[in-house]
Structure formats: C-alpha cells, structure tokens
C-alpha cells in the first residue's frame, strides 16, 4: 500500500479514473465518498483546517500514475463535503475550504457530554481551559488541536 510520508493511502488513490469525475452518476457518487473519506482521514491525521483549491495539496496529485484533480473535481469533492457540514468555504469565490473533522453539531455534543462527565455544567469554562485542563488529559476530542 502507497504511502504520503505515515499516512497510508487507499487502493483507489493509485487507479487513474478516479482522479476524473466520473460521468455515470452510480459511479461519481461512489467516487466522491471515497474522496470526501479520504480527505477527512487525511486531514485529521495529518491536523490540516484549510484546504485552497489553487494550491498545492498532497492528495490531489499522484505522481506515481501521473495523474492530477482538476479544479472542477477539487471544488465537487469539497462541495460534497461542505453539504454534508464536514467543511465551510472560507470565501465567496470558494477558493478557501475549512475542513471540520467534526460537524459543528458533534463538538457541541462532545464539549455537552464532556461537561456533564466532569461537573462543569453549571460553570464558565473557557476551550482552552478544556483543552489543557486535567478533566480532559487521555481524551482524544480535547486535544486536536
């Protein structure tokens, strides 16, 4: 399996039609969960927020088979993403994607649950004093920042 420094990637990253949209609709939507899966792994593990659609990101070229996503295919695939609360353009022109490994509503169930397991309900707390306090050392939502 290849390999993009610790992070490994899927079969389908080194199978060329999949970095063209697909015309048939069965198989672009597959295409485009395998994307949208494969973004978010890649994101989360390596703490990336923002993906630009003209720039340089790691997954959308694959030298190994010489192929590249083309823009329209970078902004479907981060389109899908933001439909489903997984991301938010950063801009108008959508240029900038801010990628939530996390929908804005899961964080606001982890950081309720969080604080109903430690006591903190009836108390002001700030993120940071979640994110470093004692309550949250071993969680792994505390600390993905």
């Given amino acids: ?3 993009l420094g610790g992070f490994k990637l899927p079969p389908f990253f080194n199978y060329p039609p999949y970095f063209t949209l697909q015309p048939v609709r069965d198989t672009r939507e597959k295409q ?3 994307w949208k899966d494969l973004i978010l792994d890649f994101c ?10 003209e720039e340089e990101f790691p997954l959308f070229t694959n ?16 389109s ?3 439909s489903e609360g997984r991301a938010e353009w950063m801009d108008k022109g959508h240029r900038k994607c801010l990628i939530l490994w996390y929908r804005l509503q899961d964080w606001a ?5 969080f604080a109903k397991n430690n006591g903190l309900e009836d108390g002001v707390v700030t993120v940071e004093e979640i994110r470093t306090g004692t309550e949250s050392q071993g969680t792994d939502e505390a600390h993905q920042s």
């Fill in 109 to 113: 169930d982890i950081l309720i649950q």
């Fill in 44 to 53: 989360k593990t390596q703490k990336i927020f923002v993906i630009g659609l």
């Fill in 63 to 78: 030298h190994g088979i010489e192929r590249s996503l083309t823009h329209e295919a970078r902004e479907a695939f981060l």
């Fill in 80 to 82: 899908a993403l933001v």
């Fill in 1 to 3: 399996m290849q390999k």
């Fill in 32 to 34: 485009i969960q395998l």
